[in-house]
Nanobody, 124 residues
Framework: QVQLVESGGGLVQAGGSLRLSCAASGRTFSMYTMAWFRQPPGKEREFVAAISWDAITWHVDSVKGRFTISRDNAKNTVYLQMNSLKPEDTAIYYC??????????????????WGQGTQVTVSS
């Protein structure tokens, strides 16, 4: 059983920054592929970014150059640094873990565990 706990969400003005954190349980965290998804109001959950066990990353085009996913295996934590935030980034952000360590899946089904989500609201 793996538990994921997100933190760092909040209300920010357009152009501002936030850093989301996701603390994970599990002795083999370093082998997991980790990802961030988000669900905007009234829309389906969508992929944002993923990082493999060997720190290869992938970001969806809409956030490239603004968001950066990273991980600290010593702290069992994955981060999402979000800069130049836009109102369209408003969503609930979820952390997810793929215990098989697949290479950067961008769909939801490969991910075995999910956090409870953290709200990010960007005002114009």
């Amino acid at each position: 059983q793996v538990q994921l706990v997100e933190s760092g969400g909040g209300l920010v003005q357009a152009g501002g920054s936030l850093r989301l954190s996701c603390a994970a349980s599990g002795r083999t965290f370093s082998m997991y592929t980790m990802a961030w998804f988000r669900q905007p109001p009234g829309k389906e959950r969508e992929f944002v970014a993923a990082i493999s066990w060997d720190a290869i990353t992938w970001h969806v085009d809409s956030v490239k150059g603004r968001f950066t996913i990273s991980r600290d295996n010593a702290k069992n934590t994955v981060y999402l640094q979000m800069n130049s935030l836009k109102p369209e980034d408003t969503a609930i952000y979820y952390c997810a873990a793929d215990l098989q360590g697949a290479k950067l899946p961008t769909t939801q089904s490969p991910y075995d565990y999910w956090g409870q989500g953290t709200q990010v609201t960007v005002s114009s």
